[in-house]
């Protein structure tokens, strides 16, 4: 089982829909959570971050956790056509000795057609 | 957020040659930086966690006398790619730790091909 698992998509979304992002992971212990863009060739930049359950919101983003079901997801109301990005999940570590280091799932591609 | 600079943003260089990138924080002064390696179509795979004078902490499988780390300031990590060999060619990227010891802030990147 991975620490930190996506369907990779493609999921495509119609302009102005909502997108569903969905991300599970395995150490019922992890503490903290966050979402990342990555368009194609850059570097992933911070979407949001969420350490409570429930949920988490950001103008058009929504971060839910679910610590219970081992779950993250992220809401992305009103899509846009440069919303289209790959959109990883990742868990940082809660283990002794963990460290600050962040796990990443393989992500999953948003494509919002107009 | 935090601001950080790499460079190169990209290098081409032949295989047994070593290569070294830079990444800076800008506006922030990092006790932790990451070193992150991305080949195409996966994701993020850590390499080693670099801390403001001592030595750097690596992942399994990632060969500390291959790819030195050294992180001489608060605001400065290098890595250098030692005798470079076309499967190192990837996307090379760092990262800063926030004082809240949580966030991460990344890099731009730099993209390594080694021919």
């Known amino acids: 089982q991975k620490e930190v698992e996506q369907n990779s998509g493609p999921l495509s979304v119609p302009e102005g829909a909502i997108a569903s992002l969905n991300c599970t992971y395995s150490d019922r212990v992890s503490q903290s959570f966050f979402w990342y863009r990555q368009y194609s060739g850059k570097s992933p930049e911070l979407i949001m971050s969420?350490?409570?359950?429930g949920d988490k919101e950001d103008g058009r983003f929504t971060a839910q956790l679910n610590k219970a079901s081992q779950y993250v997801s992220l809401l992305i109301r009103d899509s846009q056509p440069s919303d289209s990005a790959t959109y990883l999940c990742a868990v940082k570590r809660a283990f002794t000795g963990g460290g600050n280091k962040l796990t990443f799932g393989t992500g999953t591609q948003l494509k919002v057609e107009l | 957020g935090a601001v950080v600079s790499q460079h190169p943003s990209w290098v081409i260089c032949k295989s047994g040659t070593s290569v070294k990138i830079e990444c800076r924080s800008l506006d922030f002064q990092a006790t932790t930086m990451f070193w992150y390696r991305q080949f195409p179509k996966q994701s993020l795979m850590l390499m080693a966690t670099?801390?403001?004078?001592?030595?750097?902490?690596?992942e399994q499988g990632v060969e500390k006398d291959k790819f030195l780390i050294n992180h001489a300031s608060l605001t400065l990590s290098t890595l250098t790619v030692t005798s470079a060999h076309p499967e190192d060619s990837s996307f090379y990227i760092c990262?800063?730790?926030?004082?809240?010891?949580?966030?991460?802030?990344f890099g731009p990147g730099t993209r390594l091909l080694v021919l």
């Open positions: 670099s801390n403001e004078g001592s030595k750097a902490t690596y």
């Open positions: 990262s800063v730790l926030l004082a809240d010891q949580e966030t991460q802030y």
């Open positions: 969420i350490y409570s359950n």
